[in-house]
């Protein structure tokens, strides 16, 4: 039957496999005794046959010109037998001669005006050869075409899935797996595992994790070697803050990963990212480390320098974001990634208490993206702690004009121009508002420094709280210049004590 492979690849019913030398042989002397017969056959019906069963003979012996020959002579004697199309359109995909291809099958389908099943099948396999050749609407088309003469036609629903992920309208190929996957229940189970991989692709893709997940593993259940699937399901796990399951499923992808450097670089990569997230800074440089092990990676380092920085080791934090600056050449292409950087050290100048080198890595950072509205927020609460009240008031003004997101940035801006009230409401929104896991812990945290910066000492023990049971770091916090005014508070020892 016709079948969904993984690119959405519609097999051939008119294609014998051959496994031995024995078919092959007799498929040689066959095809051998067709020659003969055809030499001494006059009677045009018969030759015709003839010509079909060399045809077919010489495309199981892998001579696919020969029969798209055969073919010819068959169709040359009558045009009006859509069977023969259909063979030559097989032989000519066996050698990517997809426009030709095509063009069989619809010639095929304008000779069974009287069979609208069959030729909704050959839609089916018109719209698969389209978007080989990625004429994706014109494959959509004949799918549609093909569900018209036949809505239980799930081939064809499946088929515009697949399509539909390559235009990469996710919500139209989940509804098109739905409807089609149910109306195959006789398909293979590797083609169901595909459809299945597909359609929880298409559901990782609109951030719909909870679905993804249980498509990952029903089809896994199917095919449990499939390492792209392995990977994405980590990495749903990850979004859905189920960290020690992600953890699980890049564990074993790495074992499906051996021998494959850039793959494995990739995975250890996405693994210390889900660490960081996690709070297990120690794994995450672990992971670092290893991409490391292949030569010098500007992400790695990178990765280095956060892991430091969230530990609470400023200074080595510093000197990780130093080394991966150097693995960035100054110019345009680059200059997001170095505004990002300097943003970065001057985060750990600020709790170093490096003011002056504060204002200099966050004006670097400014001098690579004038947009950069968290640079101006660090460059400003260095003003302030210098003492340089007028130009710390310019830079908080500049974040309130610049941050789109109405995120941390934005929240502080407004406290430290005096809308300490409206601050608290848009990081409370933001908290209600998330759906990441790792962004909540990181805004209730913000709220503690908010709160503490109020001196509303309460409040800011409550969200610190919050975060360590979460798992934030206790260093972090016992570092955090934001904090000092809860710092000696009975809450504060307490949470800095406990186990």
Not at 153 to 159: D, E, K
């Amino acid at each position: 039957m016709l079948s969904v492979s993984a690119s959405g690849q519609t097999s051939d019913d008119s294609r014998t496999t051959v496994d031995s030398a024995a078919l092959l042989g007799m498929t040689r002397h066959r095809v051998d005794t067709l020659t003969l017969a055809i030499q001494k056959t006059q009677d045009r019906k018969s030759l015709i046959n003839l010509y079909v069963k060399r045809g077919l003979g010489e495309d199981i012996l892998g001579h696919p010109d020969s029969a798209i020959y055969d073919y010819y002579a068959a169709i040359q004697l009558n045009p009006n037998l859509p069977n023969i199309y259909i063979y030559r359109s097989a032989a000519l995909q066996h050698i990517k001669k997809y426009a030709y291809a095509v063009g069989d099958l619809q010639m095929a389908i304008s000779l069974l005006p009287n069979d609208p099943m069959r030729a909704s099948t050959l839609y089916t396999r018109v719209s698969y050869l389209y978007r080989v050749l990625g004429s994706y609407h014109q494959a959509l088309k004949d799918d549609s075409a093909a569900i018209a003469l036949n809505p239980n036609n799930g081939l064809a629903y499946i088929s515009s899935g697949w399509t539909h992920l390559a235009l990469q309208e996710y919500g139209k190929a989940i509804e098109a797996f739905d409807a089609g996957i149910p109306l195959t229940p006789t398909a293979p189970p590797a083609a169901l595992a595909e459809n299945l991989f597909a359609r929880a692709d298409a559901k990782k893709a609109l951030k719909k994790y909870k679905g993804a997940i249980s498509d990952y593993l029903q089809a896994l259940k199917i095919k449990p070697d499939n390492r792209n699937a392995h990977w994405n399901l980590a990495a749903c796990y990850n979004y859905n803050g189920d960290y020690e399951l992600a953890d699980a499923e890049y564990t074993k992808t790495i074992t499906y990963t051996a021998g494959d450097n850039t793959n494995l670089i990739k995975l250890y990569f996405d693994r210390a990212k889900m660490e960081i997230a996690e709070q297990k800074y120690k794994e995450a440089l672990r992971d670092d480390s290893l991409i490391l092990t292949f030569g010098k990676n500007a992400r790695a380092y990178w990765g280095m320098a956060d892991a430091y920085s969230s530990m609470g080791n400023f200074q080595e934090s510093i000197r990780w974001y130093n080394e991966t600056i150097k693995l960035y050449d100054d110019n345009d292409y680059n200059k997001a990634a170095l505004s990002l950087l300097n943003n970065d050290i001057a985060d750990a100048d600020y709790f170093l208490a490096k003011y002056d080198e504060m204002v200099h890595a966050a004006t670097k950072a400014i001098g690579y993206n004038a947009q950069a509205w968290s640079a101006y927020l660090n460059r400003g609460r260095a003003y302030l702690r210098l003492s340089k009240n007028d130009k710390a008031a310019e830079d908080f003004k500049k974040v309130l004009t610049l941050d789109t997101t109405r995120a941390f940035a934005y929240a502080f801006a407004l406290f430290y121009t005096g809308n300490a009230d409206k601050a608290i409401e848009v990081m409370q929104k933001n908290a209600v508002n998330t759906t990441d896991p790792a962004l909540l812990i990181s805004h209730y945290y913000n709220l503690a420094c908010l709160y503490s910066l109020m001196n509303k000492t309460d409040e800011s023990n409550a969200y610190l709280k919050k975060c360590l049971d979460l798992g934030y770091s206790r260093r972090y916090a016992q570092l955090d210049p934001d904090l000092e005014n809860i710092r000696n508070t009975p809450d504060f020892n307490a949470m800095m004590t406990a186990k």
